[in-house]
């Protein structure tokens, strides 16, 4: 069994800046791929970023130049910085991490933005 656990989250002013962090314990010798999803009320979950073992990062359109997704594998953990945030940007975000082939979500953290 793997655990995410999240840390950051909250609310804050359009413009500003947040970082999400996530570090992930249990029964791990390696992570594949990690990345950061969120969900909008009524709406899929979509991915945000992710980056791979071998450092690759891939973004979703909307957060391209305003997100930075990165990952510190001897402390297990990964990380969401958030810059320029809008107002749309309001979402549950989720980090995740790929386990000998299993899916591992970590409980969900609210960004809330605020015009």
């Known amino acids: 069994q793997v655990q995410l656990v999240e840390s950051g989250g909250g609310l804050v002013q359009a413009g500003g800046s947040l970082r999400l962090s996530c570090a992930a314990s249990?029964?791990?010798?390696?992570?594949?791929?990690r990345g950061w999803y969120r969900q909008f009320p009524g709406k899929q979950r979509d991915l945000v970023a992710s980056i791979s073992g071998g450092g690759t990062t891939t973004y979703a359109d909307s957060v391209k130049g305003r997100f930075t997704i990165s990952r510190d594998n001897a402390n297990n953990t990964v990380y969401l910085q958030m810059n320029s945030l809008k107002p749309e940007d309001t979402a549950v975000y989720y980090c995740n991490g790929i386990v000998r082939g299993s899916w591992y979500w970590g409980q969900g953290t609210q960004v809330t933005v605020s015009s």
């Open positions: 249990g029964s791990i010798s390696s992570i594949d791929r």
